[in-house]
Each structure stands twice: as C-alpha cells, then as structure tokens.
T-cell receptor, first 120, second 115 residues
Framework: DGGITQSPKYLFRKEGQNVTLSCEQN?????MYWYRQDPGQGLRLIYY???????QKGDIAEGYSVSREKKESFPLTVTSAQKNPTAFYLC???????????????????FGQGTRLTVV | AQSVTQLDSHVSVSEGTPVLLRCNYS??????LFWYVQHPNKGLQLLLK??????LVKGINGFEAEFKKSETSFHLTKPSAHMSDAAEYFC?????????????FGQGTTLQVKP
C-alpha cells in the first residue's frame, strides 16, 4: 500500500526540548517537503529536498532542521530555537526534478496525514 | 513572483445548492494551479489541477474549476453541495521556473454545508 506515513499523529513537547517528526514514503518520489499549518495562514514551507543528502530552506526554516540520508525518509527536528512550535505539520512528496524532461509545473504533491505538535 | 489569494475565508451553503470558492493568482509565467481539500486533522487531497491543456478542469467529487487568464482567476465550483463537502479548501500555484516542485498556498476557505 503506497503512501506517506507521518508519525506520531500527536506530539507534546516541553519548552526547551528538541523533538523530531518522522516522514516516510514508499512512492519512490525524489522530492520531499515539510509544511507548517497555522489557523488562517494556509501552509508555509519549512524545508524541501530534491535529492538524497541535499535540502534547501523554505520560507520559515528558522528553528528547524532536517536530514535526507535516505530517499524514503525526511525527518524534521523542531529545535528549542523555534519560539512558537505549536502547529500542524504536514509532509509532502512529489516526483521531483530528477525525472528527465519533466516539467514540474504540473506535478502534484502528495500529503501525509500530519502531526499536531503542542508545546506544554 | 507568484502568489495566490482566496477571496473568502469562510463560505456557507445549504445542502443541494451550488458552491463557489474564489481564487485569484499572480504569476509571471504560465501558471500551474491546483485545488486541494483538507478534512479536519487530515492531510491534503488533490481535487483537480490546471496544466494548460484545457481551461475547464473537472476533478473528483463533482468539483470543477475554470482557468480565466484575463481575470487571473481559478474559481472552484460544484453544482450541488453535499454534507461531506464540508472541509477546508486550498488554492495552490506552482512556483516557476517549475524545476523545484514548490507550491504556494492560499490562506484557505472553510466550506460549511448546512442541512
């Protein structure tokens, strides 16, 4: 059963702690993305990766870190430097730029079910 | 630079009546546009996408959208709302040059369907 798995579904963090959100995919997609969703603000891009061992900052990368050691996995760490981490986090994948002659302009993204992080 | 604006943060309709969710975009290139739906505490599901093949795009669950270049709009419509359509809807534009797969999301429109 192909898809994107985010875990855990709910996560509670104490102030000052780092936490890591998991995102695993078996779609064989090259590109992976992390978005943050806050009420009334749509989705904002945190980090994205087009290929293993490479990733780029999105629009709101401060206080977050990622790694891409395997094609299937793109974990997101929310560090203590992120001052307002309570949010809904969504991982997404897309086929990616490595597909020859592919115009990514019409490439849709596939989303996981999300992780709701709450600071307590 | 690309941007997308959803003109209504909240839309309320009665079951069986038409749905109109409005979206305007700004793009320096020929855009690719998408509509996604999100049910509470769930991920996003693609409803439909415009990729320059046809200006009227049909999607899942009876939704469709029309790309109007002169109006820079990509409004989502459905002839008859169902209770199960109640959700949040996002209009999305693909960043160009389109070699990154990055997407820009609108603020979202919450659709309420009354019995």
């Amino acid at each position: 059963d192909g898809g994107i798995t985010q875990s855990p579904k709910y996560l509670f963090r104490k102030e000052g702690q780092n936490v890591t959100l998991s995102c695993e995919q078996n779609l064989n997609h090259d590109a992976m993305y992390w978005y943050r969703q806050d009420p009334g603000q749509g989705l904002r891009l945190i980090y994205y990766s087009q290929i293993v061992n490479d990733f780029q900052k999105g629009d709101i990368a401060e206080g977050y870190s990622v790694s891409r050691e395997k094609k299937e996995s793109f974990p997101l760490t929310v560090t203590s430097a992120q001052k307002n981490p309570t949010a809904f986090y969504l991982c997404a994948t897309a086929i990616g730029a490595l597909v020859p002659h592919r115009d990514l302009g019409n490439t849709e993204a596939f989303f996981g079910q999300g992780t709701r992080l709450t600071v307590v | 630079a690309q941007s997308v604006t959803q003109l209504d943060s909240h839309v309320s309709v009665s079951e069986g009546t038409p749905v109109l969710l409005r979206c305007n975009y700004s793009s320096s290139y020929s855009p690719s546009l998408f509509w996604y739906v999100q049910h509470p505490n769930k991920g996003l599901q693609l409803l439909l996408k415009y990729t320059s093949a046809a200006t009227l795009v049909k999607g899942i669950n009876g939704f469709e959208a029309e790309f109007k270049k002169s109006e820079t709009s990509f409004h989502l419509t459905k002839p008859s709302a169902h209770m199960s359509d109640a959700a949040e809807y996002f209009c999305v534009v693909s960043v160009a040059p389109s070699n990154t797969g990055k997407l820009i999301f609108g603020q979202g429109t919450t659709l309420q369907v009354k019995p």
